[in-house]
């Protein structure tokens, strides 16, 4: 049990920073807004938790109170969860509507359960508290039973609502957001049979009786299991997009760096032509890990703007000539314009590719850039020093 419990903070702690990131990004985005609150209240809820079971005060409050907190921290997050799928499938408008009315059920259970812990008789408080842990808790006492019953019959009823609606609209949603709602699902199909499993513990607790203990353990398991499995369900399409994200930022800085060879020569001859008007140290430029999106497509409008001015000075060249034929013609071609030599002033084609698009015409200067870099050193290509 305490190892799953340190995976679910884990995970909770860890979907939760993924969203805050998201809403960040996305401020005004209702339904975004509702899963990050659902994860505060389960993040915050966790620690009340852990000192409630333990028979610990928390900045003050008595375990009891750490419990009553924790568990209108798990309603809130229950209704935020309700409140995800209205924003997402309704208007705004009829949204906030419908999340008034779903308001209604979550403060009779918070009220319910305030008073329910106010009549809790002084002896038994502690062990009300820790009821999930005890060995032996306050089996029949009214009010202790109204507490957990109310909890746990608003959480099945929030959960239900939400994994009907999660199988209705994992069917016509894009394959990745379909395959996080199908983890999801299922996370939330043993969400519901754990609390199904707690609510005839509550009440046969409530008439006098326990249930089994090994049918009550199971459930506890099961739960934490399911909010682990609900957590990856739920920030699995934000964390695809993020990976998909970052090997797109790999590939354009890995990009980048290999066109150094052809941009340094082009911009050794032409550096008028530079979009950035302030220069990078070279250590900044090797490390530096913003930008790369931008200094990507720069380089490549920067190499093909100094191709496009050099081409005059190539001569005859075919249009898709080896990249080592065009290295060569390339590097005579410089040393021609830094001699000064005339030519034509109309610009040729030159390492033109065979398909549409930029990464067909990346590819093409990356093997030239490639194929430059295999010439003896560069540093003798270009204008000479001082010009």
């Known amino acids: 049990m305490t190892a799953l419990q340190v995976l679910q903070g884990i995970a909770t702690y860890g979907v939760l920073a993924l969203m ?23 993040g915050i809820g966790f ?50 509507r419908r999340a008034l009315w779903q308001a209604v059920p979550l403060g009779l259970a918070a009220v319910t359960m305030t008073v329910a812990t106010g009549f809790v008789p002084e002896g038994v408080r502690d062990a009300a508290a820790a009821l ?20 746990n019959v608003y959480l099945f009823y929030a959960f239900a609502t939400t994994l009907r609606w999660t199988r209705r609209y994992a069917r016509g949603a894009e394959p990745r957001l379909r395959r996080g709602l199908a983890i999801a699902s299922v996370g939330l199909t043993g969400i519901v049979l754990s609390l199904a499993d707690f609510v005839v513990a509550n009440i046969m607790r409530w008439a006098g009786s326990a249930m089994p203990k ?7 398991v099961l739960i934490l299991v399911s909010i682990m499995t ?13 990976i998909a994200a970052l090997r ?14 052809l ?3 082009l911009h050794h001859e032409f550096p008028e032509d530079a979009l950035n008007r302030v220069p990078a140290s070279p250590w900044r430029d ?23 001015r050099i081409s005059p000075y190539l001569g005859p060249v075919a249009e898709r000539a080896e990249a080592a034929v065009l290295a060569e013609r390339l590097r005579e071609g410089l040393r021609a314009h830094a001699s000064g030599e005339p030519v034509p002033s109309r610009a040729m084609p030159v390492a033109i590719p065979s398909d549409d698009g930029l990464d067909a015409d990346v590819h093409e200067l990356l093997a030239l850039s490639s194929a430059l870099q295999t010439l003896r050193p560069l540093a003798s290509v270009g204008r000479p020093a001082g010009r």
């Open 214 to 220: 090994p049918l009550l353990y199971m459930g506890m």
């Open 47 to 96: 620690v009340l938790d852990l000192a409630a079971s333990a028979g610990r005060t928390v900045l003050g409050l008595e375990p009891i109170m750490a419990r009553l907190i924790q568990h209108e921290l798990l309603l809130v997050a229950a209704y935020c969860l309700v409140a995800f799928y209205l924003f997402s499938a309704l208007d705004r408008e009829e949204g906030r």
């Open 20 to 42: 805050l990131y998201l809403m960040i990004r996305a401020p005004h985005n209702l339904a975004l807004r509702a899963v990050t609150i659902m994860l505060v209240c389960w």
């Open 132 to 151: 999930e842990s005890a060995k032996d808790g306050p089996v029949g006492e009214p009010s202790v039973a109204l507490l957990y019953v109310t909890l």
């Open 263 to 265: 941009w340094t020569v």
């Open 230 to 242: 609900f957590l990856v369900g739920v920030a699995y399409p934000a964390a695809v997009s993020r």
């Open 248 to 261: 797109v930022w790999w590939q354009h800085r890995a990009i980048y760096h290999r066109l150094g060879p």
């Open 286 to 308: 090797a490390l530096s890990l913003r930008g790369v999106h931008r200094r990507y497509y720069r380089r490549v409008i920067e190499c093909r703007d100094g191709l496009v």
